[in-house]
């Protein structure tokens, strides 16, 4: 299988040319790999760019990197990185510690042993980057067309149980189903190894990713929501939440969404949860956003006060978007009359000024809804 290397627009890239110029001198063995060609097939842009290269030493390679102007960023890892590619050596990896640095590195040249560590099918096909020709040791062409998600090799899998979650968020982004001895296997792999950044790094592709609902899924299917978010779930609560996600995040493209819906949901300690996850800087607006299940005109009235409700994490259906709309506050603040001074020059003090603005503005909004029935 071939491809023609001029249909890629990477092709074009300047330091692309640059790169190939370079090697072409020394190898005939480079691929793209990982998610650069998971990317292609799935006809979606990608900027981040992974070449392997064969047939070179070491000591060559470094040299070659130098004249490049690359820097190594996990030299003992033969990786170098230069613009938007990461450029590296083939390698087999074996655990031979604990942590995810924990690896004896070992250069390989056998393009099919190369690509058995890589983590799922999808990403271990290769495209040469001189002639264009395909190499899918693992069939994974074919698990993309059929959005299979598949282990490629159960003893290197295990090897970093934060494949586990890459499996979520991959699931979530490109609507994939993990096959059943996949699925089997990651449920034996604890993850208790894995620090809050690796784990904070994969959720935020997780909560990025356009089928939220599907990773949502997996996390039950593979029981990790407790070590996740120290809480069990019912099967009935993930059902609907499932569902909310499902139906709201084709009107909230922001990712705190995701964690929103299921902290208020379950009513769960949301700095808890979110130090847990290592996101308690981050996401730290999720602790005091409106959480309405149905919200009515008033409720969506009081919480504009605030903000445009084109804000607001809540405003996650067609109906309430609707009738922000209607009540001119999906662009714009509910235009209050009350004012803290006011409040203040009456004689209120400290928290009795808090209560009597609220109140008042409570009341500003009886009368607003009040005259638009009216009118109506």
């Known amino acids: 299988m071939q491809i023609s290397i001029n249909e890629l627009a990477i092709s074009k890239n300047s330091d692309f040319i640059k790169i190939k110029e370079l090697l072409s001198k020394h190898t005939k063995?480079?691929?793209?790999v990982g998610g650069f060609v998971r990317d292609y097939f799935l006809g979606i842009n990608s900027f981040d760019i992974d070449i392997e290269i064969y047939d070179i030493n070491e000591q060559e390679f470094e040299i070659l990197m130098s004249k490049l102007g690359a820097?190594?960023?996990?030299?003992?890892?033969f990786v170098y990185k230069y613009k938007n590619f990461d450029l590296s050596l083939p390698r087999t990896e074996n655990k031979v510690s604990y942590g995810h640095c924990g690896f004896e590195v070992?250069?390989?040249n056998n393009e099919k042993i190369a690509a058995k560590r890589r983590d799922f099918t999808i990403n271990s096909i290769m495209i040469n980057i001189f002639n264009g020709e395909i190499l899918d040791f693992y069939?994974?062409?074919?698990?993309?067309k059929n959005k299979i998600l598949k282990v490629v090799d159960k003893n290197t899998f295990c090897q970093d149980s934060l494949r586990v979650l890459r499996a979520v968020?991959?699931?979530?982004?490109?609507?994939?189903?993990v096959e059943n001895k996949s699925l089997n296997l990651m449920k034996t792999i604890s993850l208790d190894d894995l620090s809050g950044d690796r784990i904070q790094n994969e959720l935020i592709k997780l909560f990025k990713a356009e089928y939220q609902s599907v990773g949502l899924k997996l996390i039950y299917e593979l029981n990790i929501f407790e070590f996740l978010f120290l809480t069990k779930i019912l099967k009935n609560d993930f059902e609907i939440l499932?569902?909310?996600?499902?139906?709201g995040s084709k009107f909230i493209k922001n990712e705190m969404y995701f964690l929103y819906n299921l902290l208020n949901f379950l009513n769960l300690n949301k700095e808890k949860v979110l130090k847990r996850l290592n996101l308690n800087t981050k996401f730290k607006k999720i602790v005091n956003e409106p959480y309405l299940k149905n919200p009515s005109l008033k409720?969506?009235?009081m919480i504009s006060l605030k903000m445009p409700l084109k804000n607001w994490l809540g405003l996650d259906s067609f109906d309430l978007i609707q009738k922000a709309k209607k009540l001119d506050i999906y662009d714009?603040?509910?235009?209050?009359?009350?004012?803290?001074?006011?409040i203040i020059n009456a004689g209120f003090k400290n928290e009795e000024i808090g209560k009597k603005l609220k109140k008042k503005q409570e009341e500003e909004v009886d009368n607003f809804l009040i005259n638009l029935t009216k009118m109506a």
């Open 299 to 301: 409720d969506l009235l």
């Open 139 to 144: 069939d994974g062409t074919n698990d993309l």
């Open 242 to 247: 499932s569902k909310k996600l499902e139906n």
């Open 106 to 108: 070992k250069i390989c």
């Open 169 to 177: 968020q991959f699931a979530a982004r490109f609507d994939l189903k």
């Open 29 to 32: 063995r480079a691929y793209f």
């Open 332 to 342: 714009n603040v509910f235009k209050t009359k009350v004012k803290a001074q006011d």
């Open 71 to 77: 820097s190594g960023v996990g030299k003992s890892f």
